[in-house]
């Protein structure tokens, strides 16, 4: 599969299919935040995040976002 240069929440919202609704697994893209925000799902209910820009990433648990998940995307 052929990236773009530059991932944007836009063009992640192409990638891979959507698996909202199914279980998640380490790797799939979590599109937040009414669409603003991506984070990483890494196992155990956490997610790889960065809180804002130029933050360092950070491990937190996916249900601070679970009202705000808009899409789920895996690239398999």
């Known amino acids: 599969m052929d ?3 530059r991932l944007t929440t ?3 919202l192409k990638l891979g299919r ?3 609704g199914k279980p998640l697994r380490p790797g799939d893209m979590v599109v937040v935040n009414h669409g603003k925000h991506v ?3 890494v196992g155990g209910g956490k ?3 960065a809180p804002h820009q130029g933050e360092p990433v950070q491990y937190q648990d996916l249900s ?3 009202g705000s998940i808009v899409d789920v995307r ?3």
Request: no cysteine.
């Open 3 to 5: 990236f773009p240069g």
């Open 10 to 12: 836009y063009s992640i």
């Open 18 to 20: 959507s698996v909202k």
């Open 39 to 41: 984070v990483l799902y």
């Open 47 to 49: 997610v790889a995040a």
């Open 64 to 66: 601070r976002f679970t």
């Open 74 to 76: 895996r690239v398999l």
